[in-house]
């Protein structure tokens, strides 16, 4: 059984920023290459970011380049994202999601992971 947990969300202004964190539970503690998506009210789930297994490889959608910054700590089983220069548009809700490594890359369809968490709610005001 696998369990992802989202936490970090919150109410901020644009420009702010706020960390989002996901922490990864497994009894077989396998590793994992680590996504995060976000789906805004009306609108379909999108890619925000992804990181490989061992954090050497990290992709970002262009929406969120040069202000997202996707990292990981495999001793503590979590990975964070941290988000500088918000804006309204970002505001969302974001979820983690996880799929066994089995190579080297990072994946940004949605349908790639198996494992996804509760997600969880920023919302950026004007």
């Known amino acids: 059984q696998v369990q992802l947990v989202e936490s970090g969300g919150g109410l901020v202004q644009a420009g702010d920023s706020l960390r989002l964190s996901c922490v990864v539970s497994?009894?077989?503690?396998?590793?994992?290459?680590m996504g995060w998506f976000r789906q805004a009210p009306g609108k379909e789930r999108e890619f925000v970011a992804s990181?490989?297994?061992?954090?050497?490889?990290?992709v970002y959608s262009d929406s969120v380049k040069g202000r997202f910054t996707f990292s990981r700590d495999n001793a503590k089983n979590t990975v964070y994202l941290q988000m500088n220069s918000l804006k309204p548009e970002d505001t969302a809700v974001y979820y983690c999601?996880?799929?066994?490594?089995?190579?080297?890359?990072?994946?940004?369809?949605?349908?790639?992971?198996?494992?996804w968490g509760q997600g969880t709610q920023v919302t950026v005001s004007s």
């Open positions: 999601a996880a799929v066994r490594a089995t190579n080297w890359g990072t994946y940004h369809n949605a349908d790639d992971y198996p494992y």
């Open positions: 497994d009894r077989t503690r396998s590793t994992y290459t």
């Open positions: 990181i490989n297994w061992n954090g050497g490889s990290t």
